[in-house]
């Protein structure tokens, strides 16, 4: 199936169904801010992107009616949330109304000709993404961006060009109903951040083997003037470098052609050394912790060094880094407690941000709170994972899983399962009846000084208020 795209002038009507996905709705936002009338539907309606868009004076409806095609709008763009069969797909199809995915939209109305900085990978994207935004606002370069998450350093989530540099946070995640590539294959890639490859979205990939395709496309689309800053430790992305006609500059903790020295927490700050082909060139110190994100900062590092960028902007621009909304970031600390709230929900993500935090608060202890919602942590693939990913806590609080009523039993996550792994490893941990349960159970398990770190890539229930409220009883 084909889309009908026709590329509307300022002023026109454009449509969003599945608006307040983080990609979503941050094309709204440019959208708008490029002159364009936006609408939109969605039905899972939730902070941060919802009061984004209120901010941004754009109007939600819930749910995917057909009547909400009316006024008919001049384009519509669908998210990769739709399905064929909601009613208001199968009216879009019925119509004559022009209609295209989100990757293309941002093609055609946004990338164009621009140097397109594409970070990619199972892990990082969204941090390493909004660590490029920041360094290059800091070098003068007003860049473009649309990020899956909003950074701190910025007001929003995305912002229109105002130069020839565009970033973008490219996910291997399919297009739409309509459109089945990943999305990044849309981006015109000249310059790629490579973090990770791991075996994830287990709803459309069946193995390791096609998610690697993808990320082959996107080597081999990078053009011969371009450039791939690839993470040299990573054996996956190892295999993919021979298929690469553009410059390739690798990175690691201590391989590769950008490494790190002598890195160590000092006055709050992630400090470390920069080394480029076995030479110390920077002093680096971040606000984030952890081997992860050390990481993340090292790869753009790499990637603007290779770009010109002048040293001491990189560096401040690093320096300034404020973190992204719901990556490791403090929502507050009633009662003496520190609440994180964090994105993490593949078990690679939730033992770096557990380890990432033992880093960051030495001796203090470390509650996790986790729901598992994403289509593969509701599967048992990593069923096995999650219990060494947990053990790095000092107690787990394991949600029931998310929906699991169109996942097959016998594939189905089990809590249960990953308790009874835990508790026999020494570990302790426990799991609930219901999400808000939580909240009481989580004030009579917490005292001052510990850290509490909520997972989950959804709205968890509302839980965090409820949280916020207990601790400070």
């Known amino acids: 199936m084909q889309d009908r795209f026709v590329k ?60 909400y095609l009316e006024p008919r709008p001049d384009l519509v763009i669908v998210g990769n949330v ?25 093609s055609e109305f946004v990338i164009e000709d621009r140097h397109s900085v594409v970070a990619a990978g199972t892990h990082g994207k969204t941090t390493t993404t909004s660590m490029m935004a920041t360094m290059a606002e800091q070098a003068g370069l007003a860049p473009g961006f649309l990020i899956g998450g909003i950074p701190e350093n910025f007001s929003h989530s995305f912002r229109a060009p105002e130069s020839d540099y565009f970033i973008i946070e490219g996910d291997e995640y399919d297009t739409a109903f309509f459109d089945k590539v990943p999305k990044f294959v849309h981006y015109k890639p000249k310059s790629v ?31 011969a003037d371009g450039t791939l800053v690839a993470h040299a430790d990573d054996e996956n992305i190892k295999k993919l470098l021979p298929f690469a006609k553009c410059k390739v500059v690798t990175y690691g903790l201590s391989s590769g052609d950008y490494q790190v020295a002598d890195r160590d ?24 912790f952890g081997p992860h994100n050390t990481l993340n900062a090292l790869a753009c590092y790499a990637l603007a060094d290779s770009l010109g960028w ?60 986790f729901e598992p919602r994403s289509a593969t942590s509701r599967r048992k693939v990593f069923q096995k994972d999650y219990a060494e990913a947990f053990r790095s806590a000092d107690h787990s609080i394991i949600a029931p899983a ?19 792994d835990l508790k026999s490893s020494g570990a302790s941990a426990e799991t609930v009846k219901a999400v808000d349960d939580i ?32 601790l400070n009883r």
């Open 82 to 106: 739709i399905q064929k069969k909601f009613d208001q797909a199968q009216a879009l199809l019925d119509s004559d109304i022009p209609f295209t995915s989100l990757p293309r939209a941002m």
């Open 193 to 223: 951040i490579l973090t990770s490859i791991e075996f994830d979205h287990a709803d459309i990939y069946d193995s390791l083997e096609p998610i690697m395709a993808a990320f082959k496309r996107l080597v081999e689309l990078i053009p």
């Open 402 to 420: 998310f929906n699991q009523d169109s996942i097959a039993e016998n594939d189905r996550f089990s809590v249960d399962q990953l308790i009874a």
């Open 265 to 288: 927490v000092q006055v709050g700050r992630n400090q470390f050394v920069v080394c480029k082909n076995g030479k110390r060139e920077m002093d680096i110190a971040i606000k984030f």
């Open 310 to 369: 002048k040293k001491r902007d990189i560096a401040q621009g690093l320096a300034n880094f404020k973190g992204v909304r719901r990556r490791q970031q403090i929502l507050g600390q009633p009662g003496g407690v520190t609440v994180i709230e964090d994105f993490a929900h593949h078990p690679t993500a939730v033992k770096l941000t557990l380890q990432g935090l033992k880093e960051a608060y030495p001796g203090q202890k470390v509650i996790a709170i």
């Open 8 to 67: 509307p002038q300022p002023g026109a009507h454009i449509h969003l169904m599945g608006i307040c996905g983080t990609a979503m709705a941050s094309l709204a936002g440019i959208l708008k801010a490029k002159g364009f009338k936006i609408s939109g539907t969605d039905q899972n309606v939730y902070p941060p992107m919802s009061t984004m868009l209120q901010d941004l004076g754009i109007e939600i409806k819930e749910g995917y009616k057909a009547e």
């Open 439 to 470: 909240p009481g159970l989580v004030a009579g398990e917490a005292h001052k000084g510990d850290v509490v770190i909520v997972m989950s890539n959804g709205g968890f229930g509302g839980i965090y208020q409820p949280l916020m409220e207990k």
